[in-house]
């Protein structure tokens, strides 16, 4: 058994209740896969059987309507895990997957996991906490969609990506660019365009490529937030 | 123990998995609760220590922006359960719930829920099953209300409706009033009557009242369904 490895797992959070055995045949069983820009992973409705964790890059989850339009369902970088809820939908996976940028990912076989949930009721109490939480996030997207406007949506994602710790001027960096960030917020990129220009006459920031400066955090936050029914700082909502 | 009463429990799906014991205790410590048109269950962010069992008339399920606009989570109706979730949400309830008409829950207490799910585990994967379930209408709802107008929208929801045991012409009876209904769709009052008129333009529907009739359902699904990712019959996204 190469505990180095298992001890690598065991940091991460979705592993951290696996029992060390389930670890240790997680890890004799694992593929890794390195995936150029573009590279596909699997597609929405294929059968699945492995489940993946994120180590390097940034991954795309989406589905696409019968006229080829996309609609990003998550964008998930280093530790994030997906394709486990499959286990819950006859066996198919309800997206497709694809490298936004080189990345690499580790996969797992998925009936390993079904049994350590059933037999592991710290691991299913875990697994459920941690789906409570995303409804939350997903109520909470379902909601800004519908009362907030676009420059507001642009500044509730900042909101979410700034580092509190930091005193005065705060300096956020775009996690990928800027036509990702649109595609996450289900804007055209042209819609995004606008509305972060109106976002900056609104209030004082300060946009250099992938860096995006706010001098000041309470007038972003009393534009973005008055249409939003959670409080700033919204602990749960992390992007 | 009243085996009448625990046997009405076990016909309802939340239920069918508990223990025989689980559903005496849950069956005498429960409480009727009967609310009159916009009664007040509790409120977004209340101690949780009940869950509840909608069995007769509707709960609205909402949250509220600092300047007081309504965000509808959810509108439920007789078998239907919620608040169970405020057990992984450090026991406040994420929402506020109200009577929309005269309705009737019952109410349980969570800790007994708790201890259930931790010693159950085919209870478990029950709850993440419908978890995951949840989660894939919610991804569907985010797409819905970007890539879809508001008459797809509106269309989109009565196609949930549809009974296609029917043959020839569809009747659909509207579950709660036109107002509720935008509000459902996240819309207001006069954009969801514009957006009928249009797709009553657009397809040949009639509308009297709470009924609508549809006489080519090919029609309303090809307009409603071209901008979205399911397919019709989308049977995992019951409204």
Redesign the interface.
């Known amino acids: 058994m190469d505990v180095k490895r298992n001890n690598i797992l065991k940091n991460i959070s979705f592993f951290k209740n696996f029992s060390d055995k389930t670890i240790g045949v997680l890890n004799e069983k694992s593929q890794i896969i390195d995936l150029e820009k573009g590279g596909m992973l699997f597609s929405?409705k294929d059968k699945a059987d492995r489940f993946y964790l994120v180590t390097k890059g940034w991954v795309k989850l989406y589905?696409?309507?019968?006229?080829g339009?996309q609609?990003i369902?998550d964008i998930l970088t280093t530790n994030s895990v997906f394709g486990e809820?499959s286990l819950?939908?006859n066996d198919a996976y309800?997206?497709s997957a694809e490298a936004t940028e080189t990345a690499q990912v580790i996969s797992f076989p998925l009936p390993v996991l079904k049994k350590e949930?059933?037999?592991n009721?710290e691991l299913?109490?875990d697994?459920?906490?941690s789906?409570?939480?995303?409804?939350?996030q997903?109520?909470q997207?379902?909601?800004n969609?519908?009362?907030q406007n676009a420059s507001q949506r642009i500044g509730c994602f900042l909101l979410r990506l700034v580092d509190q710790e930091q005193e005065s001027e705060f300096v956020i960096q775009l996690p990928y660019d800027k036509t990702l960030v649109a595609a996450r917020l289900?804007m055209q990129p042209e819609t995004f365009s606008r509305a972060l220009n109106k976002l900056k006459d609104q209030i004082n920031i300060n946009v250099v490529g992938r860096e995006i400066y706010i001098s000041n955090l309470q007038d972003l936050t009393k534009y973005a937030?008055?249409?939003?029914?959670s409080?700033f700082p919204c602990r749960d909502m992390k992007s």
């Not at 589905?63 to 006229?67: A, F, G, N, Y």
């Not at 789906?131 to 939350?136: A, F, P, Q, S």
């Open positions: 929405n589905r696409e309507t019968i006229d339009v609609s369902v809820t819950f939908e309800p997206f949930i059933e037999n009721s299913s109490m697994m459920m906490r789906m409570v939480r995303h409804k939350k997903q109520d997207e379902i909601e969609r519908t009362l289900g937030c008055s249409a939003c029914s409080e």
